[in-house]
């Protein structure tokens, strides 16, 4: 990505900006139990938002949650063609949403706004298409990469 854009546009993005402020359980966002922490830009010092932490109850909840999800087939028994669709899917919706994702991470981390742009998005849809375009292929084989780089297919269990 080199259309780059000001300081001035990047913050008014940033201005525009809505943190999730609990935790993800079940498919959606549920205050959390935990005590409410400040979560502080560390380039700046200052607080972006106030977010209910999880406690031990709440993350009982979401692994008994994940393993309800898992062990009911949803994604696990999914055909691989329709696993690929919808990782291409959400590439597409981080493509669309790249600059609002790239100008948040670099506001919760401090990481310069080029590194988030050039960088960490590019690579981050890249690897997920990558994923995709495994995931109706082969297991156990090798996978086409650059010069320099190899890349192995194996099926291995891992747990929630």
Known sequence: MTDLLTHAEYSAIAETLEPPRSPFI??????????????????????????????????????????????????????????????????????????ELAVMESVESGKPILDCETIDLPETIHCIKWHAEAADKIYDQTAPTGDGAIAMIVREPVGV
Do not use: H
């Not at 959390?32 to 830009?41: E, F, L």
């Not at 109850?57 to 028994?77: H, M, N």
């Open 26 to 99: 079940d498919g959606k966002y549920q205050r959390g139990n935990g005590p409410v922490m400040a979560t502080i830009n560390p380039a700046t010092g200052a607080a972006i938002a106030q977010i209910s932490t999880a406690n031990a109850t709440d993350v009982d909840l979401a692994v008994t949650k994940a393993r309800e999800a898992f062990d009911q087939g949803r994604w696990s028994k999914m055909d691989p063609d329709a696993r690929k669709d919808v990782l291409i899917r959400l590439c597409k919706l981080i493509t669309r949403n790249r600059r």
